[in-house]
T-cell receptor
Framework: KAGVTQTPRYLIKTRGQQVTLSCSPI?????VSWYQQTPGQGLQFLFE?????QRNKGNFPGRFSGRQFSNSRSEMNVSTLELGDSALYLC?????WGSGTEAFFGQGTRLTVV | ELKVEQNPLFLSMQEGKNYTIYCNYS?????LYWYRQDPGKSLESLFV?????AVKQEGRLMASLDTKARLSTLHITAAVHDLSATYFC???????????FGEGTQLTVNP
């Protein structure tokens, strides 16, 4: 079965621009979460969506936002990009988060801000 | 705030040797996950540990969970070069909708 699909795989943006990343979960999975990975801060939780509702949010500024659609696909938006936003953004999907169900990660979107 | 610490952060070992990676966490949780990440790649799920005393094994890797000690271990038996990667433990918080990751252990297995 198809895995978690993230698009695009690579992005280069300029400071001040905004960017939208997309995540298509595994078919049937209703929970999608997003993580940022950087060499300095490691893997940090951004937010989690279930049935189009944001259930949990990490400690990131309001420039980071997301949403989930009725087909469980999710998008993440970052506005007014800063150099420090350069990172690998990972999306994970699971059947129903919170019951110890396994989370499967996509290949990630590598964002470079110049 | 949940904190997760791994040690060691860097591990260089010879093929054929055994070693253990430790994962300590700061608050109560009985759900812990181990992931593997190859350079430039995503996270691959290795083990899901859901209760105190849980032990799971796959090939040369074995993971265990002691919720009372807030400790999980990933034991490597007779390491081979293919195991070279970064290994992360992650703890599910009480809200059940987020993972807190450790810093990762970068494992290099030398011939």
């Amino acid at each position: 079965k198809a895995g978690v699909t993230q698009t695009p795989r690579y992005l280069i943006k300029t400071r001040g621009q905004q960017v939208t990343l997309s995540c298509s979960p595994i078919s049937g999975h209703r929970s999608v979460s997003w993580y940022q990975q950087t060499p300095g801060q490691g893997l940090q939780f951004l937010f989690e969506y279930f049935s189009e509702t944001q259930r949990n949010k990490g400690n990131f500024p309001g420039r980071f936002s997301g949403r989930q659609f009725s087909n469980s696909r999710s998008e993440m938006n970052v506005s007014t990009l800063e150099l420090g936003d350069s990172a690998l953004y990972l999306c994970a999907s699971s059947l129903v988060w919170g019951s110890g169900t396994e989370a499967f990660f996509g290949q990630g979107t590598r964002l470079t801000v110049v | 705030e949940l904190k997760v610490e791994q040690n060691p952060l860097f591990l260089s070992m010879q093929e054929g040797k055994n070693y253990t990676i430790y994962c300590n966490y700061s608050t109560t949780s009985d759900r812990l996950y181990w992931y593997r990440q190859d350079p430039g790649k995503s996270l691959e799920s290795l083990f899901v540990l859901l209760s105190n005393g849980a032990v799971k094994q796959e090939g040369r890797l074995m993971a265990s969970l002691d919720t009372k000690a807030r400790l999980s271990t990933l034991h490597i038996t007779a390491a081979v070069h293919d195991l070279s990667a970064t290994y992360f433990c992650a703890v599910e918080d009480t809200s059940g909708s987020r993972l807190t990751f450790g810093e990762g252990t970068q494992l290099t297995v030398n011939p």
